[in-house]
């Protein structure tokens, strides 16, 4: 009888802990969207499909009034040991950041092993803006670039 009380209760801990686990990435959910912001030299637009399947997909252009044009494959993903942002820029070879913070409204992802970024930071604002940083070294120096995102109501629809 002990036996099995034990087992159960085993049982029941792993139950509940598989239940805390979420199943989605409602963690980041608050990416999904149109998000555009342009200047006097260039505009750009990053959309997130909201989650579906444990995944969200993402693309970002910029187009410079030069024309050129530059692109990011995106995507945001539950793996084993947790969440983690996939860029694919300009056909470069992928680079994966893991969450390592978030709360509502925040996310932020991180590799340290990789060249540039180390880290990226999206906010979403008390007025519905998205604040999106990379940090990072350059050659021993720190760098940083921050944008600052407005919600289109228009999904898909370049500045």
Same mark, same amino acid.
């Given at each position: 009888?002990?036996?099995?009380?034990?087992?159960?209760?085993?049982?029941?801990?792993?139950?509940?802990?598989?239940?805390?686990?979420?199943?989605?990435?409602?963690?980041?959910?608050?990416?999904?969207?149109?998000?555009?912001?342009?200047?006097?030299?260039?505009?750009?637009?990053?959309?997130?499909?909201?989650?579906?399947?444990?995944?969200?997909?993402?693309?970002?252009?910029?187009?410079?009034?030069?024309?050129?044009?530059?692109?990011?494959?995106?995507?945001?993903?539950?793996?084993?040991?947790? *969440?983690? &942002? @996939?860029?694919?820029? =300009? +056909?470069?070879?992928? $680079?994966?950041?893991?969450?390592?913070?978030?709360?509502?409204? !925040?996310?932020?992802?991180?590799?340290?092993?990789?060249?540039?970024?180390?880290? *990226?930071? &999206? @906010?979403?604002?008390? =007025? +519905?803006?998205?604040? $999106?940083?990379?940090?990072?070294?350059?050659?021993?120096?720190? !760098?940083?670039?921050?944008?600052?995102?407005?919600?289109?109501?228009?999904?898909?629809?370049?500045?």
């Amino acid at each position: 009888m002990g036996r099995i009380l034990c087992g159960m209760i085993v049982l029941g801990l792993a139950c509940g802990a598989l239940a805390a686990e979420p199943s989605n990435l409602d963690e980041v959910g608050f990416l999904a969207g149109s998000w555009l912001r342009s200047d006097e030299r260039s505009s750009s637009e990053e959309h997130w499909l909201a989650e579906r399947g444990g995944m969200m997909l993402g693309l970002y252009r910029k187009v410079r009034t030069s024309g050129k044009v530059s692109f990011e494959y995106l995507r945001l993903e539950r793996r084993e040991d947790g *969440i983690y &942002y @996939v860029a694919n820029p =300009d +056909g470069q070879p992928e $680079a994966s950041f893991k969450l390592i913070e978030s709360k509502p409204g !925040r996310a932020v992802f991180e590799n340290p092993d990789h060249d540039f970024p180390t880290r *990226i930071i &999206y @906010v979403l604002e008390s =007025d +519905g803006s998205l604040t $999106a940083r990379i940090e990072g070294e350059i050659d021993g120096t720190k !760098r940083e670039s921050e944008w600052h995102w407005t919600r289109s109501a228009d999904a898909f629809v370049a500045p």
